[in-house]
């Protein structure tokens, strides 16, 4: 990709990054989005920066795309250097938060959480506070902040924001601190149907699909997919969508939204199934002149 953005450059066009090229098409299609979603500190400037300090590494530390999910740990040299470059970023610009508060906080509440973030509820915001402590499916933190903002365009009622930084004590590691509006649930009535999640992603462009776990069809966690743009929704069972209270209106809160790249968890999970994707080389026209 690296030749053909020169080859393009000579040409006086550019490569864009697959995901503003996914943003763009959302964007066409449903408009801005949940601006709250890059509001404050922002998920594509932390983004930039991360990417920054990943692309710093020289050619000969930069691994080959992995092939396989057991593969997805090849990519934790580049993530390390992002992550630095961003927790320098981070302490310069005043955007750590106090880790110790947060502690409190999720322990005074009784450790909420799932499989990536703590969890506890703010009264005076009426919004979730996230600290993310684990990257799930080997995502690296690059991808966590493009599913923030893919979040935002698709499911604009709930996005996410990002409020800061903590740092382990010890380890000094950098953990992403996110907030997401508070959704009142009918918990009167059933939970949502996999029939209801199909025809709420419809209109999005996303169709169901089945993955396979441990080679066995997943039953579990609804997966489904744009076929256009490239991009996996998982996770979108009856904890992740939910029928808010008063208007009985659905509300996706935790999907797993990611683009489908070559090398990706996402790409890799289609592979198994013998699910193509768009290729990752989308090009657009050069920046204006100074």
């Known amino acids: 990709m690296t030749r053909q953005a020169l ?50 590494l020289p050619l000969s530390a930069l691994p080959k795309l992995p092939e396989s999910v057991v593969e997805l740990g090849r990519l934790r040299e580049c993530d390390a250097a992002g992550r630095r470059r961003l927790r320098d970023w981070a302490e310069a610009g005043g955007h750590l938060l106090d880790d110790s508060a947060f502690e409190a906080a999720w322990t005074g509440q009784g450790r909420l959480g799932g499989a990536e973030h703590h969890v506890h509820f703010d009264e005076v ?67 949502v149907s996999r029939e209801e999640v199909v025809a709420l992603m419809a209109p999005l462009g996303f169709v169901p699909l089945r993955l396979r776990h441990d080679g066995l069809p997943d039953e579990g966690h609804h997966a489904f997919h744009d076929p256009l743009a490239g991009v996996l929704a998982y996770d979108l069972h009856s904890e992740n969508v939910v029928r808010m209270r008063g208007t009985g209106e659905l509300a996706v ?22 699910v193509s994707f768009p290729p990752d080389d989308a090009t657009g026209p050069a920046p204006d002149a100074p």
């Open 125 to 191: 915001s009426n919004r979730w506070w996230k600290r993310l402590y684990c990257g799930v499916h080997g995502a690296t933190l690059a991808d966590y902040f493009q599913r923030m903002r893919l979040h935002a365009v698709l499911f604009p009622e709930t996005a996410y924001r990002l409020e800061g930084f903590a740092l382990r004590p010890r380890s000094r590691e950098l953990r992403p601190v996110v907030s997401q509006p508070h959704v009142a649930i009918d918990a009167h009535r059933p939970p």
């Open 253 to 274: 809160i935790d999907p797993y939204v990611s683009p489908i790249r070559q090398g990706s968890w996402a790409a890799l999970k289609l592979a198994e199934v013998g």
């Open 7 to 56: 080859q393009l450059r000579l040409r006086g066009r550019y490569a864009v990054h697959p995901l503003e090229t996914l943003l763009a098409h959302y964007r066409a299609r449903f408009g801005a989005g949940g601006a709250q979603g890059d509001d404050g500190l922002g998920f594509e400037s932390a983004e930039g920066v991360y990417r920054g300090g990943a692309q710093g």
